[in-house]
């Protein structure tokens, strides 16, 4: 660190000095310091860093470089590599040498990215155990896009613990990724230039002596820019320009209105060197701010012998610094005014050969990227190489980075090229990967113009028919399905694909008669095959329209056959579109009473996902456990595993658009009665991919017509849910449980619409005789019969049916239901025993919502007694707002547990983990797991907690 004050920055330090300070007292909060080069970022963060282990931190300092820009998350393995992770962790991540020189072996996985964050998050945790902790990260505008995203999600992985993250970046809009808008625990700091009076004082302190107004031309030229200043006064002094007369600094006349720019500066220092020392300037210009000599060497065409006194002279002079191992400008702008200063055509020539030359002495592809965009031009055949295997490297893990780098590669790719429809090909195949569909489209057609072979042509209708098909456009997706199909000459194996998406496309239509004739050419050529994913594949598809088909019990045979066949496997068979055996088969059970099996299926495959590298799918685990857990009325842990799924799909940009976990969270609010939560999750929806989807999936749909009948507006709400209520609509019911359909029935009885209510039961009496016999099954379909009956019998076998097979909730409207027929035939001890049963399901549910009109219906036929009142309160906040799983993640975490100890103990997924904690801290009114062990210490846990454990 400088030995000169940090001038003008008063007011930054207090800030540093105040986010310290809460982070010391247990919060996690964010720095970001932002600046245009030279204004003092890194000034600034050593400052920061040396107040944070004055106070006790222990920190930890790195930062992102030039050289390294496409490199996935390069700057997140250089601080695990700092933070002391394991070695061996170290070497698979390649983060053998500083974290930044090492190679990301698993980049093109992408689980990779995923094994960086949670390593990250587990050391952090670990040592935010013991102590606050600092991490210091400059230059992040270097930083790849998946590292931006990281800094963004891994601040609230780690809310409660004493975490500060000082950042430093020039302004870019690049940026807006890492930053969420908003975030109060968020401090951004602008540096401007420096006032005045400042830069005044700074020029004193380069000086040793005031400085008069004889320096307010140099002064203007510098622009507040302190590292502009500094060059500008040692280049005058090196000319003899100034003097100190009186105690008092001035500059010479002749310099006071002329003062040169510091590219005019760098210029002219340039011009006085040997022609040794500018080839080396040069060459390391292009480079980057620090190199390796020997990289010098090779790209000058010379040996490293040669170099070795104009670089000693280049470091008295001071232009070269020594950093580390290796060489480095004294400052990025003194490099930029070298590189700059170069005639264009130089620059490209030798920011091609340096391409080259790295590649040659054992570089990645992802390493020369930066030199291939600068130096490459149009029809240059070993560049779009370059870029297309760079592309392929980082697409698993870093696809928004892939797609860029994809771009390139057709652009420097000639129409008249014969390699350009493969390279659209495959630039579509990223795009669609990065979500970048409009453009996937674009490059789609125009390949579809070109030349393509048959396979080709049909591989690419597929990869068009499956983003249509995960838009919602299913006519678009059978249009290309079906040109694919008629082509000659495609390999038996993409057929089958092909085939089993015109399938799937034509059950999401309610084609089913189609979908079931497609399946069964699929059927007979997928069991002739000898490979166990083909017909794994098969039986999928047939599970999945006999489940369309309102055939519960054979869907269930099929995915346990499918299960079996794929070897119980969590990553299971990849199939397009994707579905894994053992996720389908727990969606499948959900809809009936083995709702256990369904959970161990799904807490077994969540764990299986996440080690076996199923990275697409582990969003997925988390949406199915959240709609399992709202069936059975655990609605505290429902929203946190719809939070955890929403936030693995952003923290690992996946490909999809979990609307399902929306419509969940949705639920769930209208459950504890939150209207106005409920209508911001679905609003959420309908920003995922705007104007995409012209029929939403049936969970959103249902969400929408729920809340518009909370909201007092039944015939809306029938009109909204009309698919549900339309003949042969099984295939759209029996994409929700069963303890939805009482709901919908209910929601059409409120609107006075009673034939559309027929219908719906009409849909679900029409299931098989195995279908019924299913106790979860039966009790809805009784449910139904007994609201449309008015069937006080029939309702309160409803009941006794959800109560057995896991439906609390369920059972508690069943009972409302049963109230109000005994309230109108003159049976009022009834309806209070019915009311009550009801009122202590939804209390023991924590709904809310339920909890309050129950309670309001009571009080309105004088029913409830005062004791009642107090003994069916649900509180909002404190410790009895707690559910069992809140409670189970506090007594291990005030233990001293991390979030992945609490994890592993549970059984449970770290997101999960994490969304939990943030609910305790809300409802107990804390921000810190400091303050969270406090107040657990003088508090009186029952042994419940510990005995579910």
Not at 86 to 100: I, V, Y
Not at 165 to 185: F, M, Q
Not at 444 to 463: G, K, N
Not at 914 to 921: A, E, G, W
């Amino acid at each position: 660190m400088s030995d000169q004050p940090l001038r003008g920055r008063d007011t930054e330090l207090a800030r540093v000095r105040d986010l310290l300070d809460d982070v010391a007292h247990g919060r996690t909060r964010v720095l970001y310091v932002e600046g245009a080069s030279g204004l003092g970022k890194t000034r600034l963060l050593a400052e920061a860093a040396s107040l944070a282990t004055a106070a006790g931190f222990d920190v930890t300092e790195t930062r992102a470089d030039e050289r390294s820009s496409y490199r996935v998350m390069a700057p997140l393995l250089a601080l695990l590599h700092r933070l002391g992770a394991d070695r061996d962790l170290l070497h698979r991540l390649g983060a053998d040498r500083d974290g930044r020189d090492g190679t990301a072996r698993d980049a093109t996985d992408p689980m990779f990215r995923h094994h960086v964050l949670e390593s990250l998050v587990q050391e952090l945790e670990r040592r935010a155990g013991r102590t606050p902790v600092a991490v210091v990260l400059d230059d992040v505008h270097w930083a790849d896009s998946a590292t931006l995203a990281a800094l963004r999600t891994l601040p609230r992985r780690l809310a409660g613990s004493p975490v500060a993250w000082i950042l430093a970046a020039r302004p870019t809009s690049r940026l807006a990724v890492a930053r969420p808008k908003g975030d109060p625990d968020t401090v951004v700091l602008t540096l401007g230039a420096l006032p005045d009076s400042a830069a005044a004082e700074l020029a004193g302190d380069v000086l040793r002596a005031p400085v008069d107004d004889s320096f307010a031309g140099l002064l203007a030229t510098a622009g507040g820019n302190p590292f502009v200043l500094i060059e500008l006064l040692r280049a005058a002094v090196a000319e003899g320009l100034c003097s100190v007369s009186d105690g008092r600094a001035s500059i010479a006349a002749s310099a006071a209105d002329a003062v040169p720019s510091l590219p005019e500066v760098v210029a002219q220092r340039l011009e006085h060197m040997t022609p040794d020392m500018t080839d080396l300037l040069y060459a390391a210009a292009v480079l980057g701010v620090d190199f390796e000599l020997f990289d010098v060497a090779r790209l000058l065409g010379r040996g490293v012998g040669q170099l070795l006194r104009p670089a000693q002279e280049l470091l008295r002079s001071g232009m070269l610094v020594e950093a580390g191992p290796r060489f480095a400008f004294r400052h990025d702008l003194v490099r930029r005014a070298v590189h700059d200063g170069m005639p264009l055509p130089l620059r490209r020539a030798m920011h091609r050969e340096a391409a080259d030359t790295l590649l040659a002495f054992g570089r990645q592809p992802e390493d020369v990227v930066r030199h291939v965009l600068a130096g490459a031009a149009p029809g240059d055949v070993a560049a779009a190489r370059i870029l297309r295997d760079a592309a392929r490297g980082t697409v698993g893990a870093a696809p928004d980075t892939a797609a860029e780098l994809a771009l390139e590669e057709v652009g420097l790719t000639p129409n008249s090229d014969p390699r350009r429809a493969r390279t659209l090909i495959e630039a579509v195949q990223t795009l669609r990967a990065a979500r970048r569909t409009r453009e996937a489209l674009a490059l789609a057609d125009e390949a579809l113009a070109l030349a393509v072979t048959p396979a080709d042509e049909a591989s690419l209708r597929l990869t068009v028919a499956e983003i249509h098909l995960a838009a919602g456009r299913y006519t678009a997706a059978l249009d290309q399905l079906g040109q694919a199909l008629t082509r000659p000459d495609v390999p038996a194996d993409l057929r089958l694909i092909l085939l089993k998406t015109k399938g799937t496309a034509h059950a999401f239509l309610g084609e089913i008669d189609t979908a079931e004739a497609i399946g069964r050419d699929l059927v007979d050529a997928a069991y002739l095959d000898h490979d166990p994913a083909v017909v794994a594949g098969a039986m999928l598809f047939q599970s999945h329209t006999a489940l369309l088909r309102g055939r519960i019990a054979r869907a269930v045979d099929l995915a346990e056959a499918a299960v079996e066949r794929a070897g119980h496997a969590a990553s299971g068979v990849q199939l397009r579109p994707l579905r894994l055996p053992g996720l389908w088969l727990a969606t499948v059970l959900t809809s009936t009473e083995r709702l256990t099996d369904a959970e161990a299926l799904l807490r077994e495959g969540q764990v299986r996902a996440e080690a076996s590298g199923a990275v697409w799918s582990l969003s997925a685990w988390h949406t199915r456990r959240a709609c399992l857990l709202l069936e059975r009325g655990e609605l505290g842990d429902a929203e946190a595993e719809a939070e955890a799924a929403l936030t693995v799909t952003e923290e690992l940009e996946l490909d999809t658009a979990d609307r399902t976990a929306h419509a969940v969270l949705a639920m769930v609010a209208l459950r504890q009665g939150d209207l106005t939560l409920a209508a911001r999750r679905l609003a959420t929806t309908d920003r995922i991919t705007p104007g995409a989807a012209p029929r939403p999936d049936p969970w959103t749909v249902c969400a929408r017509s729920l809340l518009l009948a909370a909201q007092g507006n039944p015939t809306a709400a029938v009109r909204e849910g009309a698919r549900f209520y339309e003949q042969d609509a099984a295939a759209d019911l029996l994409t929700l449980p069963p303890g939805l359909w009482p709901q919908l029935a209910s929601v059409a009885l409120r609107a006075n619409d009673r034939s559309r209510a027929e219908v719906l039961l009409a849909t679900l009496e029409h299931l098989s005789p195995r279908d019924v016999f299913d106790r979860a099954v039966a009790a809805s379909v009784t449910h139904v019969r007994g609201l449309l009956q008015a069937d006080p019998e029939a309702l309160e076998e409803a009941a006794k049916g959800h109560e057995l097979t896991q439906r609390p909730l369920a059972a508690a409207d069943a009972e409302e239901a049963m109230a109000g027929r005994a309230l109108e035939e003159g049976r009022p001890g009834d309806a209070t025993a019915s009311l009550r049963r009801a009122l202590a399901r939804a209390v023991a549910c924590k709904a809310t919502g339920d909890v309050r009109r129950l309670q309001a219906r009571l009080d309105q036929e004088g029913l409830r007694s005062e004791s009642h009142r107090r003994r069916t309160a649900v509180a909002s906040s404190g410790w009895e707002s707690l559910t069992t799983s809140e409670l189970r993640v506090v007594r291990l975490v005030t233990d001293g547990l991390t979030n992945r100890a609490v994890a592993d103990r549970l059984h449970l997924s770290p997101h999960t983990v994490n969304s939990h904690l943030r609910h305790v801290f809300a409802k107990l009114g804390v921000n810190t797991r400091v303050e969270l062990t406090r107040i657990a210490s003088a508090h009186t846990f029952s042994q419940e907690p510990l005995q579910q454990e």
